[in-house]
Each structure stands twice: as C-alpha cells, then as structure tokens.
C-alpha cells in the first residue's frame, strides 16, 4: 500500500487522528517533526531559534525523501505543503490526507503551546493570516478530512472509507 501522509494545519491533530489511523490499520506511524528532533537532536523551537526556518524547511524536505513511502502513515508538520516540491512527492508516492480545524478551534489549541514557533505569541488574527496564505497548499490534496464536532473514531473511520 502507497503512503499515507496525514497534513494540515498546527493543531488539526494529525499527530492524535495519526497514531489511532496506524493501530486501525496496523501500520507504523513516523512523524517528520520527530525525525528532524532526532536527527538533529534539538528541540523544533531551537531549531528555529538557532538555524532559522529556512534551515528547518530544507530539513524537512529531505526527511521526507529519506522516509519508507510504502505501507507507513507519516504525520507532516503543518508547513511541509508550502513548498511544491514536497506536495509533488506526497503524491507521488502516496495519498495526501488534510485534517481540517476551525480557526477558533485551531487557536485554542496552540496559542499557548510554547513548542510551537510558528503559534506561540499569535493572535488568532495572525493564526488565521498565516492559514490563509496556505490555504491553496492544503486544498491540493487528494482527501480533505472536516474535523470538527466530530471525535477521533468518526474522523479515523471516515479516512479508512475514503482511503478505498
Ligand atoms: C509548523 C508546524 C509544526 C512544526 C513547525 C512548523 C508550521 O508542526 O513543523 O513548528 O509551519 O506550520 P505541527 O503542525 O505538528 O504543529
């Protein structure tokens, strides 16, 4: 079976709907933050600090090639569709699955987690921009998921049935 790469934005939960995904369909799981933290053995938020998002996008670009594209889920970061580059290999080698969130929900979410750079310190205006000017990126794929008012089976069953 071709990949599975679960996107969309910082606090859509694609690591949560990821990890139930993989022991339904009892596959393995591999998120691209965690490969970069590993690799690099820093945390995202010093990455960012100390190498700069630059740095961090072309990390993330080649951990995604290095990564298996048969019978896996790979969890994305909420950036890694900006680039062409890797949306094209995403479907090359497997289904682009984005997970859907309502700002205010989105907001709630991540306005207070300090590990994200890109949301720490954001209004949720400035959230909203920064999705906005990504929009057209997580519309490019190949399953759009609505997460909202629904819980994490319905969203899981929903990506299996889609997925046939
Ligand atoms: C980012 C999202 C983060 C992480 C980095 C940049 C983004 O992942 O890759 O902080 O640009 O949206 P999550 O979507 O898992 O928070």
């Known amino acids: ?20 995904l993989a022991q339904n369909m009892k596959l393995p799981v591999i998120d691209t933050d965690q490969e970069i933290v590993k690799k690099l053995n820093k945390s995202i938020k010093e990455i960012f600090e100390e190498n700069g998002e630059a740095f961090f996008r072309d990390q993330e670009t080649k951990i995604l090639k290095e990564l298996p594209t048969k019978d896996v889920i790979i969890t994305t970061g909420g950036g890694i569709v900006i680039k062409d580059e890797n949306r094209a290999w995403m479907k090359e080698h497997g289904n682009i699955v984005m997970l859907h969130a309502d700002i205010d929900t ?59």
């Open 106 to 164: 989105i907001y709630e979410r991540v306005s207070s987690d300090k590990t994200r750079p890109l949301a720490s310190k954001k209004s949720k205006q400035e959230l909203n921009d920064l999705y906005q000017s990504r929009v057209n990126f997580y519309d490019d794929c190949t399953i759009l998921i609505e997460t909202d008012q629904k819980n994490i089976e319905d969203i899981v069953n929903e990506i299996s049935i889609r997925l046939n």
């Open 1 to 20: 079976m071709e990949a599975i790469y679960l996107t969309g934005f910082m606090g859509a939960g694609k690591t949560t709907v990821g990890q139930q």
